[in-house]
């Protein structure tokens, strides 16, 4: 029996226009998703889903695929079956053993589709933990690699690198297309904020695609969070605190122009617009948007507070940047 463990992430620049190539700069979080994979002496998958800040349920499916008896919502379901059985498939694929089984149990404290990088998490621990038990010890770059696939088939090819290789390395991270590295940056204090809700990335991705295709002004605001990403890469190598003041107005502007894009929400919007008026230094939605969860940079407790009183936001939460990527135990 192998457990291993890998963060969510925040989006401190850049997603959507990282699918056309643009940089991005994500830096995962202390919320993390901790896999549990037992081999099995038949080829079988049992995923046993636990703590998704919605109700767990246990899916068990063959080898020869098919619907798999289970009462649990749908979406919930896909999620399940296509993340976990793509990264079981990486791991088999990796170790060269392409009829192993596995019971696999989920618990996570990242809150599901809500952008702060819930699948990234699971699959990359997945992997790791089900290659591990076949004896496999991956790196992470490997893991990140994997998981990529994974994601990019569940969603269609539309999937960038960020998510993955955030989870799998920690820390701050650059990815621009295929070439990802790991970032020295500071703590940042982030203050993150959930309305409870969720996103479905596969249609937020196509909806800017479609806005892309037809109107040049959202092929150039795809172009300018690239370029709001380029400065705000060079912001990290400062260290002084007029340094995080200029993060935050980078991060108030690529929120508007993620908003012109069409993947904001009313209930972003608003806590947005209350972590702002509480004196945070900026803030924004983080991933794919649609709803979910923003990101506000505050060192003091007043974005927390004033997020706590505000009617959009579900939950709100301190999360330190994770310095460890994927562990296995
Ligand atoms: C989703 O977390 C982030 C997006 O940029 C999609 C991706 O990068 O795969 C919207």
């Given at each position: 029996m192998v457990t291993a463990h890998a963060?969510?992430?925040?989006?401190?620049?850049?997603?959507?226009?990282?699918?056309y190539g643009?940089?991005?700069?994500?830096?995962?979080?202390?919320r993390r998703a901790t896999v549990t994979v037992e081999e099995r002496s038949d080829?079988?998958?049992?995923?046993?889903?636990?703590?998704?800040?919605?109700e767990g349920f246990t899916v068990e499916y063959g080898e020869t695929?098919?619907?798999?008896?289970?009462?649990?919502?749908?979406?919930m379901l896909e999620a399940a079956t296509q993340y976990v059985d793509g990264a079981v498939?990486?791991?088999?694929?990796?170790?060269?053993?392409?009829?192993?089984?596995?019971?696999?149990t989920v618990e996570s404290d990242i809150?599901?589709?809500a952008g702060l990088g819930s699948s990234a998490a699971v699959v990359v621990a997945t992997i790791a933990a089900a290659a591990s038990e076949l004896g496999v010890d991956l790196d992470p770059r490997e893991v990140a690699d994997r998981a990529y696939q994974v994601e990019a088939d569940v969603q269609d090819g539309q999937a960038s690198r960020a998510d993955t290789f955030c989870s799998a390395m920690g820390g701050a991270v650059r990815v621009e297309g295929d070439d990802c590295r790991t970032l020295d940056a500071p703590d940042l204090p982030f203050v993150i904020g959930y309305d409870g809700g969720s996103g479905d990335t596969g249609e937020l991705v196509a909806g800017v695609r479609e806005l892309r295709d037809e109107y040049d002004f959202a092929a150039d605001t795809v172009a300018a969070i690239g370029d709001l990403v380029r400065e705000g890469e060079a912001l990290l190598e400062r260290e002084d605190e007029g340094a995080l003041t200029e993060l935050g107005r980078l991060m108030d502007f690529d929120h508007g122009l993620l908003e012109a894009l069409g993947v904001s929400a009313r209930s972003l919007d608003s806590m947005v617009w209350t972590a702002r008026e509480a004196g945070a230094l900026g803030a924004k939605l983080t991933g794919a948007g649609g709803g979910g969860c923003i990101v506000a940079l505050d060192a003091t407790d007043a974005t927390e507070t004033a997020l706590t009183y505000e009617a959009a936001c579900e939950q709100v939460f301190r999360a330190e940047l994770a310095t460890d990527g994927v562990v296995v135990e």
């Open positions: 963060p969510g992430k925040v989006y401190l620049f850049g997603e959507h226009a990282v699918v643009e940089p991005a700069i994500p830096c995962a979080v202390e080829a079988r998958l049992r995923v046993d889903a636990k703590d998704l800040q919605l695929g098919g619907d798999p008896a289970v009462e649990a919502p749908n979406p498939s990486q791991a088999r694929d990796a170790a060269d053993a392409p009829e192993a089984g596995f019971d696999v809150p599901l589709g």
